[in-house]
Each structure stands twice: as C-alpha cells, then as structure tokens.
C-alpha cells in the first residue's frame, strides 16, 4: 500500500506552529483509508496540561456549511426557494423593497449587502475594519451576555448598507447567516439549532458535534486564547463564553475528526443532494472578514493550498479559538485543524497585522498534510 501520509513530516510540522508561538495545536489528516492525528503544546498555559487531538473546539464560521447544507436541504423538499425574495418568509425582519431584492441565495453567499452587526453589538470593537481604533473591552463585558438573534439581525439590518443587494463584490456578514437561522425556524416549526442536530449532525453520525447550551464547553477541550493584535498582553482565556452573539453563523462546537467525516460525507452526496453540492461550489466574489478579496459558494469556499491544488471548506474564528478544515474535490485527501490562540499578530504603524512565524508555520502544515 502506497504511504500517502508521512506522519514523522506532520508531527514535525504540528511542533513548529506550537514553537512558532500557539499554545496548542491539534489536527486530523486523511488521505483515502489512511489516517493521521496528532496535537503539540498545551490546553491550558497555567497548568501545562497537554492538548490531545480528539479534543472538542469551537469552530466559529465552519458552523455556515452546516447551517447552508440545512437550508439547501429544505430547498429541495420545495419549502424555500433559493431565489425567491427574504421578505416572502421574513416581511418583518427584512421589510420593504431591500426584503423584495435580498434571496436567500445572497444571503447565503454573502452578497445581501446587509451590515455586520457584531460593531454594533460590541461597542469597542466599533471602529471595525479600521483594527488600531478597535479594543478589545467588549469581550469582557460581553462574555456572559445572552443576545437575541432579532436583535442582533436589526443590528445588521438598519446599519448602513455595504451595497445594494446582488452587488459584488458582497460583504462577509453574520447577519446573513443568523436570518438564515430565522429562516430555517419559520418553515421547520423548529428552532434552527434542533434542525441542524436532527437533520445534519445526526445525518453525518457525529458524536462530538453540537450548538452549546451555555457559555460552558461540555467534554475535554482546551482554554482559548485571545490577544486582539497584540492589545490583550498576555492573551486572555475567553472559552467560557456566551455564544450568542454567533447563533447558527459560528456558535457550533466539534472535533477534527468531526468536521473531516462531515466534510467527506458532504462531498460525496449524503447530506444534500449533488445538485446542491454544485450550487455550493458556485462561487461569487466577497469581501472577507479580514478585508480580502475571496471567492465564496454557498456556506463554503475553494482555498488553494501551497503547491496550487484547489481544495474545499471553511474556517472560522471565535474570541480565542481558530479551525480550518479543507476537503479535496474528490474527497480523497481532508485536513481539519485547530489552535488556541487568535489575533496573535501586532499591528504596523499603517494598522495592518505584521507577519509572524505563526503563519508561516500553518502554511507549511497546511501544504503538507494536503499535498504530502
């Protein structure tokens, strides 16, 4: 049998972005029947306890490929159109001629135009994009606060539009997602959080996945570390926390090995149909969050890993905590990947984040486990 996994090169390379300064790393890779996993540095910087690689997560924005593979799910049972208007199922939250222009396929694709709402919902951090402006203040105040998803969706909706519906480029936006959350519970009868456990992390058999019911994590996790570009020195541990304010648009928790088997399982038709696998994979161009210029689909996008190859997925960031999990086209090859700390980078005087080894170091760990 042919090696395709070189697990002495991947721990080497799990070890290097723990050095290059995250507490904590830990990963899944699989290439056809063969698996590897493996973790280096520590789930708790007070007490040195190590990080293990079956260790639950909070996996922030991955949690929009589950939350669009459920509202695709109801596309094809005829009970959404993915081109009719937001307003026929949501008149009050998204009223008037912007409810008549906005689909729910810009929402899902992030071309709406509708605000963020997280400026607004965390005050320091309304300066937001300009990042030197922000503090991190907010996420204090806010660790124990239980939001309202309407409210938050008003939030998004009577701020300032990015751009008339069906622009592009269109703006990464929570809101999007937390109206699709509104969506799924007008025409499921069912809060949006139990639909996507029954009807997609149930569907996929995973064991270690699901929406918190509190601001605690259940099972063995690590702390999660946030530094906000260098503003929280040292970076302070935000896992217990309200997640609230991310609802079905980034609150999920899982493992890596969770998100490779969801992923696998997505791509070869058994969560949603192929038809609307290939309606995911349409991709328009969208503003990201960190102010890059990306190509997104439907709750995921195409990332190509070092070397050139096009691969499939998501990542996400929640106040401390970082996944990204890539799937190769045919779903042969897959890497999830987690660390403990976010914002790990300074600002230069333009406010720009500075380079650091850390990313460096994901980028060569990235480029190994998908192209060995």
């Known amino acids: 049998m042919t090696n395709l996994l070189d697990p002495a090169k991947l ?19 699989r ?31 991955v949690t929009k490929t589950f939350t669009a593979a459920a509202v695709l799910q109801q596309v094809e049972s005829g009970r959404i159109g993915l081109d009719a208007p937001i307003r026929r199922y949501l008149p009050k939250l998204v009223p008037g001629a ?10 899902i694709n992030h071309t709406s135009g509708l605000a963020e ?26 660790r124990f606060t239980r939001f309202d998803p309407v409210e938050l969706i008003e939030m998004g909706v009577t701020a300032p539009a990015f751009s008339a519906p069906g622009g592009t480029p269109g703006l990464y936006s929570n809101t999007n997602y937390l109206l699709l959350g509104q969506l799924l519970e007008q025409v499921t009868g069912t809060t949006a959080e139990k639909y996507i456990t029954q009807n997609v992390v149930e569907r996929a058999g995973l064991q270690d996945t699901g929406f918190p019911d509190g601001p605690h994590l259940g099972g063995p996790h690590s702390q ?22 991310a609802g079905v648009a980034g609150s999920l928790v899982s493992t890596v090995a969770d998100l ?14 192929r038809s609307s696998l290939a309606q995911m994979r349409r991709t328009v161009t969208v503003i990201s969050q960190e102010g890059r210029t990306i190509e997104y689909g439907l709750g995921m996008y195409p990332m190509k890993a070092p070397g050139g190859t096009t691969f499939w997925g998501g990542g996400g960031t929640v106040w401390g905590a970082g996944t990204i999990s890539m799937t190769s086209a ?17 600002l230069d005087s333009s406010g720009k984040p500075r380079p650091h080894a850390i990313d460096d170091a994901l980028t060569a760990l990235y480029g190994l486990a998908m192209n060995g």
Request: aromatic share 12%.
């Open 117 to 142: 709402y997280l400026p607004y919902a965390y005050p320091s951090l309304g300066p937001f994009p300009a990042l030197a402006d922000t503090r991190p203040q907010s996420l204090d105040d806010h």
């Open 260 to 273: 490779n088997r969801f992923f696998g399982l997505l791509f070869d038709g058994e969560i949603v149909s």
């Open 330 to 346: 045919d779903s042969k090859r897959q890497m999830s990947v987690a660390i403990n700390l976010q914002r790990w980078s300074r």
């Open 31 to 61: 290439a056809e029947d063969q698996v590897w996993r493996g973790a280096a540095g520590v789930a708790d910087l007070a007490v040195g306890r190590p990080v293990t690689a079956d260790m639950r997560h909070r996996v922030g924005s």
């Open 224 to 245: 999660m570390y946030e530094a906000w570009f260098g503003m929280i020195d040292p970076p302070r541990d935000f896992s217990v926390f309200d997640m609230s304010y």
């Open 11 to 29: 721990n080497t390379a799990i070890e290097n972005v723990h050095r290059a300064g995250v507490p904590g790393v830990f990963a899944e890779v």
């Open 98 to 107: 912007r409810g008549d222009a906005i689909t729910v396929r810009m929402l």
